[in-house]
């Protein structure tokens, strides 16, 4: 009589890979790379009327330098200035108007006439972090213990065929997830391998609850 088996497998990692527990880093904000996105977001959404009503028109402004020109009716009108050289940035004429562009960069004028953004210039600066020792573990009796409940695949209710991103999930209300998945064998005796390919920097692998193996980078 041929038996069926229901193995769960649980990967315990502070990043992320098959089934596991993920670490993020801190709640603040990811700077300089979230004020500048935020700042191009703005741009857009100052033309997104116009570039959204209207096909752009080609402009050439040097040997690898464009302008694409959103024109409406209205009299509405916006503008991407690109610089597409790698090595050097440079000075091109746009509507009677010069414009420094540097070397693969983007610039957004609204109106045609004003740069509100370009790509290339990072104004927003980096988080400035200080720290103050508030504890310090130094003894035993400081230190405690606790025992994770290992969850089951049966009674879990978020589902997802890929591996979910941890800030939005948990809303950064946690510094951890359990990631767990389930196989089924055809037999008792049938033996498995257990491949992970993102290791994060620590993980543990569960199956059925048993701790079986670890690797830290």
């Known amino acids: 009589m041929s038996m069926v088996r229901n193995t769960q497998v649980l990967l315990v990692l502070p990043v992320v890979s098959l089934a596991l527990i993920e670490n993020s880093t801190t709640g603040l904000i990811r700077q300089p790379k979230w004020g500048h996105l935020k700042e191009l977001h703005e741009a857009v959404k100052l033309c997104s009327e116009t570039i959204l009503s209207v096909f752009p028109s080609m402009q050439s402004l040097g040997e690898q330098q464009e302008a694409y020109v959103f024109s409406g009716d209205s009299g509405a009108c916006a503008a991407f200035l690109v610089n597409m050289d790698n090595t ?3 000075v091109v004429q746009f509507q009677n108007s010069s414009y420094e562009l540097p070397r693969k960069s983007i610039s957004i004028l609204p109106d045609c006439k004003t740069v509100a953004f370009n790509t290339a210039k990072v104004s927003t600066q980096f988080n ?3 720290t103050i020792p508030a504890i310090k573990f130094d003894a035993a009796e400081k230190w405690e213990q606790f025992e994770e409940v ?7 209710t978020l589902r997802s065929d890929v591996l979910l991103e941890h800030m939005n999930t948990t809303k950064d209300v946690s ?3 359990w990631y ?5 064998q055809d ?5 498995s391998t257990l491949s992970v390919k993102s290791l994060g920097h620590v993980l543990h692998a569960f199956v059925n609850g048993e701790h079986v193996g670890k690797h830290f980078t």
């Open 128 to 130: 400035t972090r200080i």
């Open 180 to 184: 767990t998945s389930s196989i089924q």
């Open 150 to 156: 290992i969850p089951q695949f049966d009674a879990t």
């Open 88 to 90: 050097k940035s440079v």
């Open 175 to 177: 510094d951890y997830l």
């Open 187 to 191: 037999s008792m005796e049938q033996q």
